[in-house]
């Protein structure tokens, strides 16, 4: 067992928090995470208000005992009508990302609800603490999809955000087995969020090919493009060498627009369009080569931390 | 005290190693780090081949106890001749850099040197075991100077590196505490090189207002530039947002390298030209608050590592 402030706010069993992913994680993935003890997040950013709502009711139906949340980006055209559902829905945790999320906190903390923030700086976590949320999400480069413009990496990220904060840090971005989680935990983390090693699950909603391609990924597969626009870590197929031809010649904003078009994710992640769509995924796609179920996941994380966190005294004299 | 692979191969106390850069690790910082017994290496990038034997010979004189070798960039112009040197003075200890280690290899092992080679992705760590290395270090995205092209992160690199080869690993890029030491650790490495936390030390060749520039560096403050032609971490000056100005224009390998011209990072790192130089360090820059003593560094480094190490069990049930 690893008790740590996360576990104790969010009232979870571990320490891991699924991270809320466009088309990838639905109620079926958040139940499926939250019935194993860790915190299960449906990711609003790709569903339109009914479709959040409906989302919420079944994972309500479900009865099941875990705890599960929203993912809510700040940005998205429908965060005020999605704020306002999981409101009326009870939701009882909230992450945002994707801007600031001080106009939603009081709404959230008035009504008990537990929300935590994912940022990409230690200076965004001290703004994120000032604002009140009850933890703060840091997420490094390596993470997939939309990415913070800095490019600070997990490695430099978590122990500057624990010495600038108070509340407790969720390390994110390039974890994907048990031994990532107890560097995060080595370095000052109170949990971790997870997102790839949870796309590529039987619960996940990605589509066929695409969790196959994500199995196929060498370490090197994925690449940050998009810096100009808002950036986006994606696995490399011909749209993306479109976008990087553009890039390279110096393309402007306009001429980026147009090549990503519309629905680019949805063709990708979602209908499985290997070849135009826009695959968003972590650097740790190159670590995975199966499918389980994503409540093994989580059990699977959580033994391998405990195990290495045990043995750690007896690693000093070991020839690691 | 921790015991491992990389301890028991190059006969150090600590498994840290500090990285050989350019300009900034002579033959002062080395002996400092080696005495403090880490392994301290002599950046041989930025120097001549005269130069380079005057530093062996003056760390020689000094006749210390622990352990100093060579960093030797194979693509430089006089990698082959300081390499006769290495030879002919009898150095027992050469990390070799950018560039494929294999010619060198079998040259150095028969004179019973132990070899490590840095590199930038599990792939060509296997490339390096099968060429004969001792061992071998992956360097994340994190790291200062140059940089791999695939833009792994510590966080990816390491754990993949790990079950990619059979040799040791030491970690490289955003370490700079005894807190990413344990996490390096945690993630099954057997060893870290640590670059820009020596850079800001007493004994570092660093100009004096480059080492103040490191101190007063926010996390955020370097940023990977020249990705098309050989990518390099700096802090972010004047001649940053020049370069940075042609690239978002889409500007060609031609007036990129104009606008690097030449000696550019002596002009910086070395005669503290913080204007117009180019000061190559790490995102961990972001993290230096002050300026010991090399070998406090170490001590502090392998004390506080050594204390994570030993209460990380009793962390599984502390509210962190």
Redesign the interface.
Known sequence: ?????VT?IFGIRYPIVQGGMIWVSGWRLAAAVAKAGALGLIGAGSMTPDLLREHIRKIKKEGIEGVWGVNLPIFFQYAEEMAQIVLEEKVRVVFTSGGSPRKYISRFKERGIKVAHVTA???LAVKCEEAGVDAVVVE???AGGHNGR????????V??SV?AVKI?VIAA?????G??M?????????GVQIGTRFAATRESSAHENFKRMMLEA???DT??ILR?LIPARVIKNAWYERVVEAE????GEEELLRIIGEKRTKMGMFDGDLVEGELQIG??A??IRDLPAAGEVVNAIARDC?Q???E??G??????
């Open positions: 067992m690893i008790a740590t402030r104790e700086t230690p200076e490094g480069f390596e800095d490019e600070l990496t997990t490695m430099v990220l122990p500057q010495d407790p971005g390039g974890i994907f087995d031994r990532g107890a560097a995060a935990l080595a370095m000052g983390a109170s060498s370490p090197t690449f940050l100009k390279k010649r110096g393309a650097q740790a190159g670590a405990e290495i966190m045990a750690m005294p690693r000093l004299l070991r020839n690691q």
